[in-house]
């Protein structure tokens, strides 16, 4: 077998780099702090911080979302209004013509108490004339022609009468 001849240089460094792993990550830790610090001096000194625009975005976002509802809020509210007053206008046009209907109501029952009143004095008239006509027919069993005359004359007369009542009520 042949042996090998290792570099010492090259297994030297790399040697004493793996040999001391704390060393390592102290280094990583201070350029890691380095950053930050970095970061954070870069920061205070431009005032510039990405968490203030996410806030004024967010904040931009909540006042387009409140507009754009407080909008639609309005046009609800208008329709609410236009079909409240088309509904007070439709009970107003209800109201008249209820108006109209009592009126016509009224007229046709003071109609009907007129005719009423009308048919009962006709009622009478007629009663009277029957029985002046059955009183006529059992006092004269055979009448004359002049005493007939009488009794048609009689109840005309009565019925003229009546008539004339009927007028002077309508």
């Known amino acids: 077998m042949i042996p090998l001849t290792k570099d010492v240089r090259s297994t030297s460094s790399l040697a004493r780099i793996g040999s001391q792993p704390i060393a390592v990550t102290a280094g990583a830790l201070v350029l890691i702090l380095a950053a930050v610090a970095g970061i954070a001096l870069s920061r205070a000194y431009t005032g510039y911080s990405p968490e ?26 208008k329709g609410l209004e236009q079909t409240q007053q088309e509904s007070i206008d439709q009970i107003q046009v209800m109201q008249d013509q209820l108006q109209t209907v009592r009126r016509l109501l009224a007229a046709q029952q003071a109609d009907t108490k007129r005719l009423s009143e009308q048919v009962s004095s006709l009622s ?47």
Not at 56 to 71: C, P, W
Not at 127 to 150: W, Y
């Open 52 to 77: 203030t625009d996410r806030a004024v975005a967010a904040r931009a976002l909540q006042a387009r979302a409140a507009a754009q509802a407080s909008e639609q809020l309005v046009e609800k509210t």
């Open 124 to 170: 009478e008239a007629i009663d009277s004339l029957r029985q002046s006509f059955a009183s006529a027919q059992n006092s004269d069993s055979s009448p004359a022609p002049a005493a007939r005359n009488r009794s048609l004359r009689t109840r005309a007369h009565a019925v003229r009468a009546t008539q004339r009542r009927v007028k002077s009520r309508s």
